[in-house]
């Protein structure tokens, strides 16, 4: 599956964003969809999960209760609502697939996309 991650940009903080992972080709409808992030000088670092129903959700600590993760299967696209930005929000965002039921961990993705920048100021 080709994935294509969008929606990026620069927010002020305590702005909103919603990022958006389209997929083409592969089994997107029967795989998980995570969200990832990568900070300059930082580790890739695990932010969001959804099955492939959309039945179970999973959520990095700091981002819990500020970014809700979804996903339309009819349109190959899986979304990524960020509220309440903060500036250790600032990262590129990759999405990826899994056909693992519940991953949270990069090395259980197997598909990426090729990121969007997002960009909070203070």
């Known amino acids: 599956v080709q994935l294509q991650a969008s929606g990026g940009g620069l927010v002020q903080d305590g702005g909103s964003l919603r990022l958006s992972c389209s997929a083409s080709?592969?089994?997107?409808?029967?795989?998980?969809v995570g969200w990832f992030r990568q900070a300059p000088g930082k580790e890739r670092e695990f932010v969001a999960t959804?099955?492939?129903?959309?039945?179970?959700?999973y959520y990095k600590a700091s981002v819990k209760g500020r970014f809700t993760v979804s996903r339309d299967n009819a349109k190959n696209t899986a979304y990524l609502q960020m509220k309440s930005l903060k500036s250790e929000d600032s990262a590129v965002y990759y999405c990826?697939?899994?056909?693992?039921?519940?991953?949270?961990?990069?090395?259980?993705?197997?598909?990426w996309g090729q990121g969007t920048q997002v960009t909070v100021s203070s």
């Open positions: 990826a697939t899994s056909s693992a039921i519940s991953p949270t961990e990069a090395k259980m993705f197997d598909s």
């Open positions: 080709g592969g089994t997107f409808r029967t795989n998980a």
């Open positions: 959804i099955t492939w129903n959309g039945g179970i959700t």
